[in-house]
């Protein structure tokens, strides 16, 4: 069949571009063809979806779209001399040694380690912290331009060997090799058709647990946006081919559920996550007995609903220890016996705290717990007796986040990772088998920024109060000065899926503070997980409103208080993020000088329709429901776009960002906000800040991108930002 052919008016060679004393200016935009045929009666709600067609990513007319688009904003980018200059320094920038954190397995240390530019980190492979250091996994190896990533590792019992997952392009989808680790050489057997699976080696070394999708028509290279279901549990013996692998467990009658495999510390429990959505979780498990694994297993059902979260810290025999927020908000940690697992025969170890989140917990040195919590927004680190619950010790940390942890149950030691705003990275090593030792540092991560002093920046976190008079706190980053005075400000939020947006270090951040003079401002938003289940809440469902609302409330506190001006301050996000970012201008464009949405979520009424979107249904709620309908429907930004009637209703500088292989969120998301939004203000007078989007080629939705890849990105946002904000300084 023919495809439709679509008509651009597109830029002639006659098209000028503004001069860099140019703030505002009128382009020339794609005109994108309007299906006028595709149209529905939804929950009494008339829904036209004109551009509908752009949801297929490989038709030649969508193809012509992109290509339109992408001449447009990268000449825009790339036509400006101070480009270069911005390139440059963020290069140098990028440009020193980083480190992950150690992890012991058998009878090596392992950690990644990137040189500085390298696209990929490496893992790299010593027999203790002192002795030389080598590659055990290099994934630059694999692609000459890096896009080829290693995703995720798990190590045998006896640290023999290493499953491993390479995803390419930046898909979700993995592909599953295994190395041994003296050698450091692989097993034939490629395990594919994986994704959002973790790995988990049976106590025996001979293999582990999977999960796995069926074969599916079409594409799976990350470019397609076929829904992702009937994932399937399999265990992989090292040796063998993939297609005698065992299947172990499966949910025909629930093609949404997806699981998540754990084998007990004591080998004799299969521990089995089900979810449908990105909250709440069943719990199954299966009795391994240490036989063979050639049939499936009869799985049990410990928590058979859908109404809190559950993760497995460790057990005493059939007594489970888990972290939840089951009846507790701010989370607990209670004690489940297998033997007798009914609601009222449970023990809480850990209370709830009444103001603390408690994060995770994890168990070392056969009887401790290091547990991990939130205190308005900042890690707290404590150590704890697993069989009473007592508090037995305290790790001082700064105001920042505890990155990473590693560490066994078999094992005295443990590393763990922290860093903040302005700290990129600390890595500590604790004894508990030497309790009057203090932790001690293994390694502090160095800047290559000439002139840079942390001690020249504040630090400072405030509360405001949003449209309903909620308090929310935000994090503001400057120097130090005796006055505040407006700054051009880069302010970025998140607001979803329980997840807290804690203190961390960012290079564009770092970039954006040195090169503009500027302040960086991070509101925790409702819907994150910053306070507990009840600040997830806040912001979900029904309530998604609000995290708007607390965003916009954020805006107007920094320029009440002389933080920033209007026409200096950008918001950024990604994700959800970038659907932050897209409703907040479509509401109240008056608010901000410019606006960088990237990857994005920007169709409410269609995003459960593609790849793993219907798990997205517990924080926006279903389409396919009237109430929840009628909700995203009010928000939802491809339906929201208008036409500015005067200069309060211009939209600010807008970079929309978007890849071709990201399958989290399809760019089609992006493709057909901006076809809209461009559409809305082609003809308005009072519309002189440009629409612009940018498609990158061979990358996804962010976690694997090459370092090369990154910059570019990088460079792309703060010449943007250069050139659309009021920028006073410009220091490179």
């Given at each position: 069949?023919?495809?439709?052919?679509?008509?651009?008016?597109?830029?002639?060679?006659?098209?000028?571009?503004?001069?860099?004393?140019?703030?505002?200016?009128?382009?020339?935009?794609?005109?994108?063809?309007?299906?006028?045929?595709?149209?529905?009666?939804?929950?009494?709600?008339?829904?036209?979806?004109?551009?509908?067609?752009?949801?297929?990513?490989?038709?030649?007319?969508?193809?012509?779209?992109?290509?339109?688009?992408?001449?447009?904003?990268?000449?825009?980018?790339?036509?400006?001399?101070?480009?270069?200059?911005?390139?440059?320094?963020?290069?140098?920038?990028?440009?020193?040694?980083?480190?992950?954190?150690?992890?012991?397995?058998?009878?090596?240390?392992?950690?990644?380690?990137?040189?500085?530019?390298?696209?990929?980190?490496?893992?790299?492979?010593?027999?203790?912290?002192?002795?030389?250091?080598?590659?055990?996994?290099?994934?630059?190896?694999?692609?000459?331009?890096?896009?080829?990533?290693?995703?995720?590792?798990?190590?045998?019992?006896?640290?023999?060997?290493?499953?491993?997952?390479?995803?390419?392009?930046?898909?979700?989808?993995?592909?599953?090799?295994?190395?041994?680790?003296?050698?450091?050489?692989?097993?034939?057997?490629?395990?594919?058709?994986?994704?959002?699976?973790?790995?988990?080696?049976?106590?025996?070394?001979?293999?582990?647990?999977?999960?796995?999708?069926?074969?599916?028509?079409?594409?799976?290279?990350?470019?397609?946006?076929?829904?992702?279901?009937?994932?399937?549990?399999?265990?992989?013996?090292?040796?063998?081919?993939?297609?005698?692998?065992?299947l172990v467990a499966e949910f025909p009658e629930h093609p949404s559920w997806h699981f998540q495999p754990t084998v007990s510390d004591c080998g004799k429990y299969l521990i089995l996550y089900v979810s449908h959505t990105v909250r709440d979780n069943m719990v199954y498990y299966a009795d391994l007995n240490g036989g063979q694994i050639n049939s499936k297993l009869t799985v049990k059902p410990i928590i058979g609903k859908f109404e809190a979260d559950y993760e497995y810290i460790t057990n005493e025999g059939s007594a489970m220890y888990f972290h939840t927020n089951k009846d507790a908000p701010k989370y607990r940690v209670v004690v489940i016996d297998f033997a007798k697992p009914?609601?009222?025969?449970?023990?809480?170890?850990?209370?709830?705290?009444?103001?603390?989140?408690?994060?995770?917990?994890?168990?070392?040195?056969?009887?401790?717990?290091?547990?991990?919590?939130?205190?308005?927004?900042?890690?707290?680190?404590?150590?704890?007796?697993?069989?009473?619950?007592?508090?037995?010790?305290?790790?001082?940390?700064?105001?920042?986040?505890?990155?990473?942890?590693?560490?066994?149950?078999?094992?005295?030691?443990?590393?763990?990772?922290?860093?903040?705003?302005?700290?990129?990275?600390?890595?500590?090593?604790?004894?508990?088998?030497?309790?009057?030792?203090?932790?001690?540092?293994?390694?502090?991560?160095?800047?290559?920024?000439?002139?840079?002093?942390?001690?020249?920046?504040?630090?400072?976190?405030?509360?405001?109060?949003?449209?309903?008079?909620?308090?929310?706190?935000?994090?503001?980053?400057?120097?130090?000065?005796?006055?505040?005075?407006?700054?051009?400000?880069?302010?970025?939020?998140?607001?979803?899926?329980?997840?807290?947006?804690?203190?961390?270090?960012?290079?564009?951040?770092?970039?954006?503070?040195?090169?503009?003079?500027?302040?960086?401002?991070?509101?925790?938003?409702?819907?994150?997980?910053?306070?507990?289940?009840?600040?997830?809440?806040?912001?979900?469902?029904?309530?998604?409103?609000?995290?708007?609302?607390?965003?916009?409330?954020?805006?107007?506190?920094?320029?009440?208080?002389?933080?920033?001006?209007?026409?200096?301050?950008?918001?950024?996000?990604?994700?959800?993020?970038?659907?932050?970012?897209?409703?907040?201008?479509?509401?109240?464009?008056?608010?901000?000088?410019?606006?960088?949405?990237?990857?994005?979520?920007?169709?409410?009424?269609?995003?459960?329709?593609?790849?793993?979107?219907?798990?997205?249904?517990?924080?926006?709620?279903?389409?396919?429901?009237?109430?929840?309908?009628?909700?995203?429907?009010?928000?939802?930004?491809?339906?929201?776009?208008?036409?500015?009637?005067?200069?309060?209703?211009?939209?600010?500088?807008?970079?929309?960002?978007?890849?071709?292989?990201?399958?989290?969120?399809?760019?089609?998301?992006?493709?057909?906000?901006?076809?809209?939004?461009?559409?809305?203000?082609?003809?308005?007078?009072?519309?002189?800040?440009?629409?612009?989007?940018?498609?990158?080629?061979?990358?996804?939705?962010?976690?694997?991108?090459?370092?090369?890849?990154?910059?570019?990105?990088?460079?792309?946002?703060?010449?943007?930002?250069k050139k659309t904000l009021n920028v006073d300084c410009f220091n490179l």
């Amino acid at each position: 069949m023919s495809k439709p052919q679509v008509q651009f008016n597109r830029p002639t060679n006659n098209v000028s571009f503004p001069g860099e004393e140019e703030k505002n200016f009128r382009n020339v935009y794609p005109e994108a063809r309007k299906d006028t045929e595709i149209e529905e009666m939804i929950h009494e709600y008339r829904i036209r979806d004109v551009y509908r067609w752009l949801e297929d990513p490989d038709s030649t007319e969508t193809k012509m779209f992109v290509n339109a688009q992408n001449s447009i904003s990268q000449p825009f980018l790339e036509r400006c001399h101070e480009r270069s200059m911005i390139n440059k320094k963020l290069t140098k920038l990028w440009n020193f040694p980083k480190y992950g954190c150690p992890m012991r397995h058998g009878d090596f240390i392992y950690f990644f380690k990137n040189t500085g530019l390298q696209n990929q980190s490496v893992l790299m492979q010593q027999e203790t912290l002192e002795s030389p250091e080598v590659v055990f996994l290099d994934p630059n190896t694999l692609a000459d331009d890096g896009t080829i990533a290693l995703s995720q590792q798990k190590f045998s019992e006896d640290g023999a060997f290493m499953a491993y997952g390479l995803s390419e392009s930046g898909s979700d989808w993995i592909k599953i090799r295994i190395r041994k680790t003296k050698e450091r050489t692989d097993f034939p057997e490629v395990l594919e058709k994986v994704k959002f699976s973790d790995l988990s080696w049976t106590k025996d070394n001979k293999g582990f647990f999977y999960g796995r999708y069926p074969n599916q028509e079409g594409k799976t290279d990350g470019s397609e946006t076929k829904r992702n279901e009937n994932q399937k549990l399999y265990y992989h013996r090292v040796g063998e081919s993939q297609d005698k692998d065992t299947l172990v467990a499966e949910f025909p009658e629930h093609p949404s559920w997806h699981f998540q495999p754990t084998v007990s510390d004591c080998g004799k429990y299969l521990i089995l996550y089900v979810s449908h959505t990105v909250r709440d979780n069943m719990v199954y498990y299966a009795d391994l007995n240490g036989g063979q694994i050639n049939s499936k297993l009869t799985v049990k059902p410990i928590i058979g609903k859908f109404e809190a979260d559950y993760e497995y810290i460790t057990n005493e025999g059939s007594a489970m220890y888990f972290h939840t927020n089951k009846d507790a908000p701010k989370y607990r940690v209670v004690v489940i016996d297998f033997a007798k697992p009914a609601e009222n025969n449970w023990k809480t170890l850990i209370p709830e705290h009444k103001k603390d989140v408690l994060d995770w917990a994890k168990c070392v040195d056969e009887d401790k717990l290091v547990v991990c919590y939130n205190r308005d927004v900042k890690n707290i680190l404590q150590a704890f007796e697993l069989k009473t619950g007592t508090l037995i010790r305290q790790f001082g940390l700064d105001i920042g986040t505890v990155n990473a942890i590693s560490g066994k149950r078999n094992s005295s030691e443990i590393f763990y990772s922290f860093s903040s705003f302005l700290t990129p990275g600390i890595t500590y090593h604790y004894d508990f088998s030497k309790p009057m030792e203090k932790p001690k540092v293994v390694r502090e991560i160095a800047l290559n920024l000439e002139g840079f002093n942390r001690d020249h920046y504040l630090v400072e976190q405030v509360f405001y109060k949003s449209k309903d008079d909620t308090r929310i706190p935000m994090f503001i980053i400057r120097k130090k000065r005796n006055t505040v005075r407006p700054r051009p400000c880069l302010m970025s939020g998140y607001g979803g899926f329980n997840y807290s947006l804690m203190p961390s270090f960012g290079i564009i951040g770092l970039m954006f503070m040195d090169t503009f003079d500027g302040v960086l401002a991070f509101p925790n938003l409702r819907g994150g997980g910053e306070y507990g289940i009840n600040w997830h809440n806040g912001g979900r469902l029904l309530n998604k409103q609000n995290v708007f609302d607390d965003f916009q409330a954020a805006a107007m506190y920094l320029a009440q208080n002389n933080y920033t001006t209007k026409d200096q301050l950008a918001i950024q996000g990604a994700s959800n993020g970038g659907l932050l970012v897209a409703a907040c201008i479509n509401q109240r464009p008056d608010l901000f000088g410019a606006a960088v949405a990237q990857v994005g979520v920007m169709d409410m009424l269609r995003f459960h329709k593609f790849t793993i979107g219907h798990a997205w249904c517990s924080d926006y709620g279903n389409p396919d429901e009237k109430q929840h309908f009628a909700n995203l429907f009010k928000y939802s930004p491809l339906h929201n776009v208008h036409f500015p009637l005067n200069p309060n209703e211009e939209y600010p500088s807008t970079l929309i960002l978007t890849a071709d292989h990201d399958d989290r969120v399809s760019p089609l998301h992006s493709f057909k906000f901006v076809a809209a939004l461009q559409e809305a203000v082609r003809h308005s007078p009072y519309q002189l800040n440009p629409i612009l989007l940018r498609v990158y080629t061979n990358a996804g939705h962010g976690a694997g991108k090459p370092t090369t890849m990154r910059i570019d990105e990088v460079t792309d946002i703060m010449t943007f930002l250069k050139k659309t904000l009021n920028v006073d300084c410009f220091n490179l």
